[in-house]
DNA sequence: CTAATATGTTGTAGCCATCAACGAAATCCG
DNA sequence: CGGATTTCGTTGATGGCTACAACATATTAG
């Protein structure tokens, strides 16, 4: 975690009012990112008065979104109350693929309170997957009486523009240029957010899984579709100009390498695959395949991990398999293709959380302006 | 310019006085990085109220970093002042490298005061650079009686680590593990930063020249000791986990090239390098080298572009000369090797500062501090 | 049961920006 | 040429926000 630098280019002026909205932005941060704090250690991480923890907690408890659980026996002193996230509101999460629709209800500290999924034979139009999951959506609305939504997250796999949440290509639903946020947003009747499912996964694990605590890290998820990822830059996730940054499965690591669906040569994701790996194992050769994609792995890890100085790499999907498998080969590979003393320092792990990874990370996406401004929600 | 997106992690809680820092701050970086704006400009662009800024003005004012000049004549109603960074105060940059010690007077607004430079006949070691530096500080602050110096700056040509200013390793100089911060702030009895001279020159084109304005942009800097480079990430600069991010001259273009002097085969600037256009040169087939140069520059430029998707790719040095002379070319292999639509977007300009870049940026990174906190300055 | 410790609570004080009213300095227009 | 208009700086009162000090409360140590 490393202290927030200045941008280079000043912004705008801020008055009291903003004083309070970014001490309750951290308090309310800090609660759903630890999943409760006492008020005493909210008082210490902060570095506010307690008075002043007193009335914001108070505040944020009245618009519903904290409560003040019975304190936890620590030591000497009067105890601390633990103020912990309220449990009846939630996030929905959508995440369309090629053979299925997934949604889920995402609580406060990336807690899943519900999920289903609904399996596909073709990957859906865009108006069929916004409508499978409105109706699961009221199935799981009916199941849990009581829950608040908050906002809606919508996690596509395919170049998502930051800006306005438009689809501008997701290749393996063969969407062209759509625009689902306006729609979705009136189906659900809460503020919704459409974005790249592995920049989902990135935060999800940044925040829940093996990046806590981490401000640089690196992610590479490998999936049946390809190899996606993302980065976290100095606490931020890495969206780019328009929010298309984090295509790693492009890197260059073979030119003389076959011709990737992008149009290129010699791709990360055309030399790493399943579908290698599966050909290998038919034939009996799964070993040295491994091998081979253990080197290009690092290979491109290396090239990356050149340009941004990560502490971490964290692997996920069929990826985290690889590092398990060959762990010493790929951190081998990187140290030989990465600038050192980049490659020294970096720490390659496996991804924490399981298939609930883009739904929670995309529920954080969408939680994002609220977090950012607790108590502008409407009611 | 983006909006700033909240950090992933909360960080502390922020009292009125931060409220006030902030403003100042504000204030004070709009006028440096402008060169000078009216006081109802300030007021329109940070939001705040008239009084408000008349009375921060009037704080920087007292503090001598900015002051009140005539008004200029603008159209109807009663003329604002304008306000200017101060003509008294200056950051001293130095520039240690293979062949020469430069040293510069950077004024507020960028402004190279004066600038000296001393050529050396073989690469300095570390003391004989800051005794030489500092011998020139002299002779300069002789010349510019009444110049109150607010910091002090040191750009490296090597791998700096950001925390501490440690140059962990600089080949072209043979330096290892030199600590230079302490000593140097020792000499010039200021505040004192150690930098990456690229990360420098980064900083510089982002806020003074062909960055203007742009908040995601890559830099590829062409010297005659190989490629480096620089990224700005949502308005900032990227510094990675230590501070080694953006070496973009070890991307892999060729891995069936030569070996590199990093030890790898296949880097960048073992395909595109100032000696192979000599060779060439010298051999009468210039014109092919160039062809081949920009293919492979393309070819880097496109991992690069892939994985940050920025708005803008500035070219200094030799390879603004190689733009200047390869633009259609460069711009098609960045086509063919970027993962589109983030190649479609990009512009690729050349730098727009000249020499002095390195002693600007470098000066902006040391006044880093200053400008985050305009009045905390001991006198 | 008492002392020590840590924490919640309350009322006061101090810092900061806003706001409204007023005054000043230019242009516009008859 | 001179008043109306426009735009901006200045001043004093006002309200929002956190800090602070004093007090109350709840636990542990012995």
Redesign the interface.
Known sequence: ??A?????????????E??RQ??L???V??VH?SGGASRAELTR????NRS?VGTLVADLATAGLVFEDEPEVTGAGRPSPVVRPAADVAVLAVNPDIDAVEVGLVGLGGRVIAHDRRELSAPPEPEAALAIAADMWRALADEHPGLRLLAAGIAVPG?VRTADGLV??APHLKWHDVDLADAAAEAFQVPTVVRNDARASV?AE??FGAGR?V??LLYFNGSASGIGGG??????????????????G???????GEVCH???TGCLETEVNMQRQQAAADAGTLDAELDRQASYLG?GM???V??????SVVLGGFLADLLEARGEEIAASLQ??A????AD?VRVVPAQLGDDRVLVGVAELAL?PL??DPLAQAS
């Open positions: 975690m490393s927030q630098r200045p941008p280079l280019t000043a912004g705008r002026g801020t008055r009291n903003g004083t970014h001490n932005s951290t308090l941060s800090l990112h991480l902060t570095g506010l002043t170049l501008v290509r935060v940044s925040i605590g401000s640089d980065a976290v830059v100095d606490g931020s996730v890495l969206v780019g100009a328009d929010g298309f940054a984090g295509e790693f492009h890197t260059l690591v073979n030119p003389g992008c149009g290129r290979r290396g090239n990356v050149s340009a941004f100085n990560p502490s030989g293709h600038f050192a003393p980049m320092e994002r977090l950012a």
